[in-house]
Nanobody, 115 residues
Framework: QVQLVESGGGLVQPGGSLRLSCAAS????????MGWYRQAPGKQRELVAR???????IYADSVKGRFTISRDNAKSTMSLQMNSLNADDTAVYYC?????????WGQGTQVTVSS
């Protein structure tokens, strides 16, 4: 059974930073493109960062230069370092494969950017 467990969210002030983590089990992590997705209230879920098996990265324009995705294939984990956060980054953040698999969505981790 595949499990993707996100952690690291919280409340942060504008301009602050957070680091999200994703722990994967039940899949051959190293064979999958992985990504961080987010869903803000009233909006569709969007892919904000993706990382290939070899570590190449692609970011949505809205987070480029502020977010950094990384992975550790040996530990089946993935991270998202988020800097210079603003209110538009408020959302529930999820990890999943790219393209996403509907059977893999976890609970996500809430990120709230507010003063």
């Amino acid at each position: 059974q595949v499990q993707l467990v996100e952690s690291g969210g919280g409340l942060v002030q504008p301009g602050g930073s957070l680091r999200l983590s994703c722990a994967a089990s039940g899949i051959i992590f190293r064979y999958n493109y992985m990504g961080w997705y987010r869903q803000a209230p009233g909006k569709q879920r969007e892919l904000v960062a993706r990382i290939t098996i070899g570590g190449a990265t692609i970011y949505a324009d809205s987070v480029k230069g502020r977010f950094t995705i990384s992975r550790d294939n040996a530990k089946s984990t993935m991270s998202l370092q988020m800097n210079s956060l603003n209110a538009d980054d408020t959302a529930v953040y999820y990890c999943n494969t790219v393209p996403s698999n509907n059977n893999y969505w976890g609970q996500g981790t809430q990120v709230t950017v507010s003063s």
